[in-house]
């Protein structure tokens, strides 16, 4: 009898302390529960798009913008609303978890009534649409129209209507390109963001709001017209001391090796066009095939190649490269020049691409100018104002003999340095050599101290200009 009490006893003991411990797990339990629920969006009116977990972690963080986007006066629960791109409809869920039912989005993956059918550059929607538009998830970052997907927006938006985009660019640099993009809004914020990736989380993230402008000034347009003017925001100023410093002496081709590309500092992702323009080209191998096809920074960007060269040896070769030819010598306008060299040349120089010195306005024929001397010469400036805009990425490589001084002079009095993003430039200076020309004529081959090439350089960085001794 005595064993069987010590056995109730400790079981009731054991009894006792189950209770309290089975309570707070209880208790643990429902507060979880009750938490979620709070903080979570309602379940109700979500879409079968994706059950897992990952899903409803997209969910939540988009439910998280929209609703400080709410909180800002950005969104409202009466704005008619468009997801440009939604991977798997995460963002056109929040939005309607979160009150804005009026909520649609496009993807090519289309699950009616929510989600049609339709790409960023083509949306299946009459004009000015929407109220709000978004495009997460970095849309923007991976287009490869980012023109026609602006028009787009700027197309099924209404007038006063709001855009806000997430990118993963973060510099000032692109979001100056991305302003340029969308020339029809005007920029309301731009902040960095927690990110949140569909496969890994991103720490930070640009968020962008834009708004719809009517009769909107694009000043960057306003500004090409404007002479003798680059406007040089201070984050290019710190591109530029960000750059190789200028050296002293002649460069050397450890110098080459060391320049910081602007491409390898700053996303160049929104940009229209991607240009590059060989001046006094040479061969195909001299600057394009050896250097720039092989060396720039890219960034997976196609590009337009120019080469401009006067020299008739070499056309033939960039009719079989797929390279936009110009035959001429860039200059100040258009009129015959000829070039100031020796008679005596070799094959073997014209190969190596030698020969080709200073060029001067034609002269009459008492100075003995032959037709195999003379060439065409056309207004470089203008034409780089004819074909290109701000909105493009435009690089410049030159090499024109000493016609250096006369050419940038004449990019900065028209305006058309302020459309070159980077400029590879080589400055010729008298290095003790001569040139023979006419005959028996002989002059010095460059009449430019270095010193006067260093002063070239600074005074272009001093502008705002990102270029680079070449």
Not at 82 to 88: G, S
Not at 188 to 203: M, N
Request: proline share 3%; hydrophobic share 35%; net charge neutral.
């Amino acid at each position: 009898m005595e064993k069987f009490t010590l056995k109730l006893n400790l079981l009731g003991n054991i009894v006792v302390r189950l209770v309290p411990i089975i309570v707070l797990v209880f208790l643990a339990r429902f507060a979880y529960i009750f938490t979620v629920n709070i903080q979570s969006p309602p379940e109700s009116l979500t879409l079968s798009v994706s059950g897992d977990i990952s899903g409803a972690h997209n969910r939540n963080y988009y439910y998280s913008v929209f609703q400080n986007l709410i909180s800002d006066g950005f969104l409202s629960p009466n704005s008619y609303s468009l997801c440009i791109e939604t991977v798997t409809g995460e963002d056109v869920e929040a939005l309607i978890d979160i009150g804005v039912v009026d909520s649609i989005g496009i993807s090519q993956n289309q699950s009616p009534p929510l989600i049609y059918y339709g790409n960023a550059d083509r949306q299946p929607f009459d004009h000015d649409s929407f109220d709000f538009e978004f495009a997460g998830n970095g849309v923007l970052d991976r287009s490869s129209k980012p023109i026609e997907f602006a028009k787009e927006v700027s197309r099924t938006l209404k007038p006063g209507g709001i855009f806000v985009i997430h990118t993963i660019s973060k510099d000032n640099y692109s979001l100056n390109s991305l302003i340029q993009l969308f020339s029809s809004f005007k920029l309301i914020r731009s902040i960095e963001i927690d990110g949140y990736g569909y496969a890994t989380w991103q720490p930070l993230i640009r968020q962008v709001i834009f708004e719809k402008v009517i009769g909107c000034v694009d000043n960057f347009e306003k500004m090409r017209n404007l002479r003798n003017y680059c406007f040089t925001p201070e984050y290019r100023r710190e591109l530029i001391q960000k750059a190789e410093p200028l050296k002293l002496w002649r460069k050397s081709k450890r110098d080459v090796k060391n320049v910081k590309y602007l491409s390898s500092m700053v996303d160049i992702s929104f940009k229209k066009r991607y240009i590059y323009v060989a001046v006094g080209a040479r061969s195909y191998g001299s600057s394009i095939g050896s250097w720039f096809n092989r060396e720039y920074p890219k960034q997976n960007k196609t590009f337009e190649v120019y080469a401009i060269e006067g020299e008739r040896e070499y056309h033939e070769e960039y009719r079989r490269k797929g390279v936009s030819l110009l035959p001429y010598v860039a200059w100040l306008r258009n009129e015959t020049l000829y070039f100031e060299i020796t008679r005596e040349q070799t094959r073997k120089s014209v190969e190596r691409g030698r020969g080709i010195g200073r060029t001067q306005s034609a002269r009459s024929s008492l100075d003995y100018v032959t037709d195999s001397d003379k060439i065409l010469g056309f207004d470089f400036a203008g034409w780089l104002m004819s074909l290109f805009e701000e909105r493009d990425y435009l690089v410049v490589k030159m090499d024109v003999e000493g016609s250096e001084f006369h050419l940038v002079k004449k990019l900065i009095e028209s305006g058309a340095i302020c459309l070159i993003d980077e400029l590879f430039l080589e400055c010729h200076y008298d290095d003790g050599r001569w040139q023979r020309f006419g005959y028996g004529k002989r002059s010095r081959k460059y009449d430019k101290t270095y010193s006067q090439c260093l002063e070239l350089f600074t005074s272009l960085r001093d502008i705002g200009i990102l270029v680079h001794q070449w």
